[in-house]
């Protein structure tokens, strides 16, 4: 099957990762034989600059058209990018790992969880407005169907990976829309009796996650508190550049690193590739799971390994200690890749 896959290359330090990742994805695309179709579109503040619109029509459609989309970080106009694409699309579940590799500045080296963060809902709808000069007021907006649906989403992720759900809110302050989301998480918990259930206070959860991550496995939360959350828990694991996320609905999904597009690093060449390279294994395990296709899984899995072996020799770019440049890190990967026995 060929897969049509869309690519943002945004901004800032967006083109270099993208084109690093590209270096890995044609290793993979060598190794495997697999048929893949590169669609460059874009969007961001370099497009907003050239054309007057951070996301146009072209590139709405050119990712409706495609697959999936693999998407580089944007800066200044991320909420005209990727808020919106996540509404349009309704990517209403945003998954972000957190995992400890080999020789990175890790809190411990047995960190393996999963954030669930609900993505359409919340303060990020942008309802707010002013009351009079002196009094700002922002609609949070939290509904069954939002809540159900992430919930359901972490459950099933659950039952891959070591059956533990934690639900994270602030219901004793905020009780009518963290009390909704806990009500909901309670009844949904119920149909998943195999998955153990436990509830934190989002607070304790900040603290906990400093204190002891390795004893999480799937946490659920609304789209603020995980957004949140996910920045903070990637520092436990060597920091942003580490961190790969995914934007999933029913049809459509959009991977991307977690991080801004850092425009002080740009061309450079010092940043860590590793977000994006991640979050194209990402994508593969999506395309695996969506299209039932064994050799996107085995893609996944060579990219997993890739980065894993680079990084156990050493293979790394200044932010994790080493001393490779971007594209250097990018090439090493790669390498590792095509080394692998299948």
């Known amino acids: 099957m060929r897969y049509k896959i869309a690519i ?34 874009e969007a961001g503040d370099a497009c907003y600059a050239r054309c007057g619109v951070a996301l146009p029509e072209e590139t709405i459609m050119g990712i409706r058209n495609s697959h999936v989309c693999l998407k580089g970080p944007v800066g200044e106009t991320a909420a ?80 891959k990976r070591r059956r533990k759900v934690t639900a994270v809110h602030k219901a004793n302050v905020m009780r009518v829309t963290c009390g909704l ?77 977690i991080h801004g597009s850092a425009p002080t690093r740009a061309g450079k060449r010092t940043a860590n590739p590793c977000s994006m390279i991640l979050a194209a294994k990402m994508m593969f395990d999506w395309l695996s799971e969506k299209y039932g296709d064994q050799l996107c899984s085995k893609a996944a899995w060579l990219i997993e390994r890739g980065v894993t072996s680079a990084l156990k020799k050493n293979l790394s770019v200044p932010d994790l200690g080493g001393k490779l440049r971007t594209d250097e890190m990018g090439e090493a990967i790669a390498n590792e890749i095509l080394e692998i026995e299948i």
């Open 181 to 257: 989301f806990a009500e909901v998480c309670r009844g949904i918990a119920k149909e998943y009796p195999m998955v153990s259930y436990e509830e934190q206070y989002v607070d304790a959860m900040a603290m906990r996650l400093i204190k002891e991550p390795q004893n999480f496995d799937v946490i659920v939360t609304t789209n603020m508190f995980g957004d949140i959350l996910s920045d903070e828990a990637a520092q436990l694991v060597g920091g942003l550049g580490m961190a790969p996320g995914g934007n999933i609905g029913d049809d459509y999904a959009i991977f991307e690193p």
């Open 8 to 41: 943002i290359p945004g901004d800032g330090i967006g083109p270099e990762l993208t084109e690093t990742t590209m270096t890995v994805l044609r290793a993979v695309q060598k190794k495997l034989n697999l048929d893949l179709e590169f669609i460059e579109l």
């Open 80 to 159: 005209d990018v990727i808020v919106k694409l996540r509404l349009m699309l309704d990517l209403y579940a945003n998954i972000r790992p957190i995992k400890s590799y080999p020789n990175t500045p890790s809190l411990r080296d047995d960190i393996d969880l999963v954030i669930v963060r609900e993505n359409t809902e919340d303060l990020y709808k942008g309802f707010e407005f002013k009351v009079g000069e002196d009094t700002a007021v922002a609609l949070r907006v939290i509904t069954r169907k939002g809540c159900e649906r992430i919930a359901r989403k972490a459950f099933e992720m659950a039952l």
